[in-house]
């Protein structure tokens, strides 16, 4: 529902009402429309997705930092890291003082201690607490600067962005998350009907009549008792924090009411559940948080932990340190020979898919180009969840012909986004055949963890000249034009173009012109310059230098720049450029060569004497 403009001009509209429910109504009828709803599913996909795989969680503790790796059929797929001295924020409650209130962004700034303030939305404000009495509902009428409110971190603050604050507050438990002052009752949607069925029947006896629940999918199978002991715990520990704050509301502001445990029980609660066959601890501080917790709260589970004695580093007889420092490179190889490239950029993640190394095992164009983007679909999920990539996301994969192709390569998308844990949303494809989806960032990703931007170009990653550089014959990315290769596709002196192959018409190549030399940089000039001593790298990980100093020349392989000799046409039937990186191992067999026959002459045969 959008205003008329103002007069005067054609100006930008403004929305009735509040723009994050405009947003949400929006989104709601775009998916009913496109009929995208993800349907609930069935015990035996449920049952079929939980067996298909074998899962395994890995910690390690050492030199004050936590790591917590998961495993699907010993494949790295997440991967959790926390410090002592950078511990996240993420589910703490604070009694936050507001500093700014911004009616036209429909935001707060809020004191919570850290320092920065924490910024805190119109769709995030507890209208039912903020006591309107029939005002309309704007943030400006809520909060006043200097007012004392409960919040709840929802997001660590990331670059120059504070972090992201919620005044409906959730305590998460192992079984349920509880919501006080509602009477909102959600269950996860990847249980089978008949476990919904039979917690909604649960829910109804232990949960109080002024909260809300929102079931886990760690529920699925316990009893009554273990759902009520559940509900139990968090309602005693929302009594303690509401007596925090009521006591503290006099002056005592910013105050941390609540916090989070570390990031060992976090995981373990979150995570770790019947679909897990193992659980690996490495270190004595984190065996004595991960044995008693589990013994408490899941003790059907506690047979399945066991600590690692070994002299031997845990992560590296798993594999994990090395699959840690692929996942850092821009260029991720696919078993069957294909890749994917991975560009992370301020506004979006683009992933492009190439077949490589990919020239099939029989069948056409179309069967070879489907079995790599299945093989890339799966892929790609697994490199977003490993990397924690969040945002939007936009998948290029190969071009398919048929629609029953590209369906089949979405569903395979979709199958595997649906062991991914943070909420994500994939849209239809475009008219280009690109997949765009959103995913939730939560916190850092991988590369931020064990990364840090270079201080002398920022991240760029590139050497500046005072003047343009002259590229050699055949450099990749040359702005300039590369003389032909004799046997190749030139264009000759009239504009015409003839096949180089030898024989009659063709012309000996003229040699290549020697190429310029660099002049050098001014004095002047090179003093405002910062060039580059090492490129940046992991941090714990060398990379060998792959920048040559700015006074030698660069050597790069030469290759051959052909001009057409007509302007090519714009098809909409384009065929998939999957031309491979390397030529295969097998020499393609040539042409049979017919012998020339005279032929007979027309007319009757000529009869000699």
């Known amino acids: 529902r959008a205003a008329p403009p103002r007069r005067g001009g054609a ?13 949400r109504k929006q989104r709601r009828r775009d998916g009913r429309e496109a009929g995208r709803r993800k349907p609930t599913i069935t015990e035996s996909e449920f049952l079929a997705r939980r067996e298909s795989v074998q899962r395994a969680m890995v910690v390690r ?6 790591q917590i790796a998961v495993l699907e059929d010993g494949v790295l797929v997440e991967h959790y890291v ?87 507050v959730s305590l998460p438990g192992r079984y349920l998350v509880y919501v006080p002052n509602s009477s909102m009752t959600g269950i ?15 829910l109804k006896a232990v949960v109080p009549e002024k909260a809300g629940v929102i079931v886990r999918t760690a529920a699925e199978g316990a009893s009554e008792d273990e759902l009520g002991q559940d509900v139990e715990r968090l309602t005693a520990q929302w009594a303690e924090i509401d007596k925090k704050a009521a006591s503290s509301s006099g002056g005592a502001a910013p105050k941390l009411l609540y916090g989070e445990p570390d990031l060992t029980i976090r995981v373990v609660r979150d995570v770790f559940n019947e679909d897990f066959t ?22 059907d589970l506690a047979d399945r932990v066991t600590r690692w004695t070994s002299d031997a580093d845990v992560f590296a007889e798993h594999r994990i340190d090395e699959q840690l420092l692929k996942a850092m490179d821009r260029k991720v190889w696919l078993p069957s020979g294909g890749s994917l490239v991975i560009d992370r950029t301020e506004a979006m993640t683009v992933v492009d898919v190439n077949t490589g190394k990919f020239t099939g095992s029989g069948g056409n164009l179309e069967e070879t180009v489907t079995r790599n983007n299945l093989e890339a679909a799966e892929e790609v999920v697994r490199q977003l969840r490993l990397r924690d990539i ?3 996301i936009v998948v290029d994969f190969i071009d398919m012909v048929l629609e029953g192709n590209r369906d089949l390569v979405l569903r395979r998308l979709l199958e595997c986004l649906g062991r ?82 030898g024989g009659r018409g063709s012309e000996p190549a003229a040699p290549p012109e020697p190429a310029p030399v660099r002049q050098p940089i001014p004095a002047g000039f090179m003093a405002s310059l910062v060039h580059h001593d090492t490129p940046a790298s992991p941090t714990g990980v060398e990379q060998p230098s792959s920048i040559e100093p700015a006074d030698e020349p660069v050597e790069q392989p030469a290759v051959a720049v052909v001009e057409p ?42 009869v000699h004497d």
Request: overall charge positive.
């Open 61 to 66: 503790e050492s030199a004050g930092r936590t």
């Open 278 to 299: 193992s659980l690996v601890v490495s270190g004595e501080g984190a065996w004595g948080v991960v044995q008693p917790y589990l013994r408490n709260v899941a003790p």
């Open 565 to 606: 000799d007509v302007q090519p046409q714009v098809q909409l039937d384009i065929q998939p450029d999957v031309q491979p990186d390397v030529e295969p191992d097998v020499e393609p067999a040539r042409p049979a060569r017919r012998r020339r026959r005279a032929s007979a002459p027309s007319g009757p045969p000529i």
């Open 82 to 168: 926390a410090n002592e001295t950078n511990a996240s924020m993420i589910g703490n409650v604070y009694l936050g003082r507001v500093q700014n209130v911004l009616p036209s962004m429909e935001a707060a700034f809020v004191d919570i201690g850290k320092g920065r303030n924490a910024v805190l939305y119109a769709g995030e404000v507890n209208w039912d607490a903020a006591g309107l009495d029939g005002q309309p509902r704007r943030i400006e009428t809520a909060l006043k600067s200097g007012d004392t409110v409960l919040v709840q971190v929802t997001k660590d603050p990331m670059g120059h962005k504070g972090a992201r604050l919620t005044s409906q």
């Open 390 to 392: 969040g945002g939007i």
């Open 188 to 202: 996860s949607r990847k249980l089978p009907d008949t476990e919904r069925s039979r917690l909604k029947r649960i």
């Open 420 to 501: 991914d844990r943070t909420k994500h949303q994939v849209a239809e494809v475009t008219s280009l055949g690109l997949v765009q989806m959103t995913r939730k960032r939560v916190g850092q990703g991988l590369l931020e963890v064990f990364s840090e931007p270079c201080e002398h170009c920022q991240g760029r990653g590139v050497v500046i000249h005072a003047e343009p550089v002259d590229r050699r014959s055949g450099d990749s990315g040359s702005g300039g034009q590369a003389p032909a290769e004799s046997g190749g596709q030139g264009r000759s002196e009239g504009g015409s173009s003839r096949r180089g192959r």
């Open 11 to 23: 100006g930008p509209a403004a929305v009735g009402g509040r723009p994050g429910r405009e947003a």
